[in-house]
Antibody
Framework: QVQLQESGPGLVKPSQTLSLTCTVSGGSISSGGYYWSWIRQHPGKGLEWIGY???????YYNPSLKSRVTISVDTSKNQFSLKLSSVTAADTAVYYCAREIEGSYLDYWGQGTLVTVSS | VIWMTQSPSLLSASTGDRVTISCRMSQGISSYLAWYQQKPGKAPELLIYAASTLQSGVPSRFSGSGSGTDFTLTISCLQSEDFATYYCQQYYSFPRTFGQGTKLEIK
């Protein structure tokens, strides 16, 4: 059974960089066939897809966030990470990591972590 | 970007009812559509993929239909555990996009 777990600071100051890590267990990121994804949900709102990384390091970002987003992978630790720069209060959200079957649907999700942007 | 219009945003129903949620695309996506259920404080869970294929372990009272631009999620004979928020999502193209969500509440 694949499990994903987000970790990182729950509070980030405006203009700083939000950094989260997703640790994958029960399966190897290096096995291929999956897009390792980040999705966020503003409080009380819907879901926004942020982007994905493949085990090889190739990425795709949502154009609405592309200028501020970096997703990276560490296959040795079976982790992938999200960095979002120049954050504002509008970036306050629950951030989820998830696994997308390559070119398909999201079949496993982390539990989510709330990140609040505030001074 | 493919835009999605999900309706209704709020649906009131009673246990035992049959309900339908609609998802309309701004362009055709064949059958590249998934439905998710989200309960308060929890991550979304996959219900249906390829528009009509039930994920393993999902009760048969859930069903999906449609292709192209119009899709439907139907829940027959609502159970208490079905009261939640439902999202559609297209995986035809990037960026992936979600519907706005339908909150299914007890009448």
């Amino acid at each position: 059974q694949v499990q994903l777990q987000e970790s990182g600071p729950g509070l980030v100051k405006p203009s700083q960089t939000l950094s989260l890590t997703c640790t994958v267990s029960g399966g190897s990121i290096s096995s291929g066939g999956y897009y390792w994804s980040w999705i966020r949900q503003h409080p009380g709102k819907g879901l926004e897809w942020i982007g994905y990384i493949y085990y090889s390091g190739s990425t795709y970002y949502n154009p609405s966030l592309k200028s501020r987003v970096t997703i990276s992978v560490d296959t040795s630790k079976n982790q992938f990470s999200l960095k979002l720069s120049s954050v504002t209060a509008a970036d306050t959200a629950v951030y989820y990591c998830a696994r997308e079957i390559e070119g398909s649907y999201l079949d496993y999700w982390g539990q989510g972590t709330l990140v609040t942007v505030s001074s | 970007v493919i835009w999605m219009t999900q309706s209704p945003s709020l649906l009131s129903a009673s246990t035992g009812d049959r309900v339908t949620i609609s998802c309309r695309m701004s362009q055709g996506i064949s059958s590249y559509l998934a439905w998710y259920q989200q309960k308060p404080g929890k991550a979304p869970e996959l219900l249906i993929y390829a528009a009509s294929t039930l994920q393993s372990g999902v009760p048969s009272r859930f069903s999906g239909s449609g292709s192209g631009t119009d899709f439907t999620l139907t829940i027959s004979c609502l159970q208490s555990e079905d009261f939640a928020t439902y999202y559609c999502q297209q995986y035809y193209s990037f960026p992936r996009t979600f519907g706005q969500g339908t909150k299914l509440e007890i009448k």
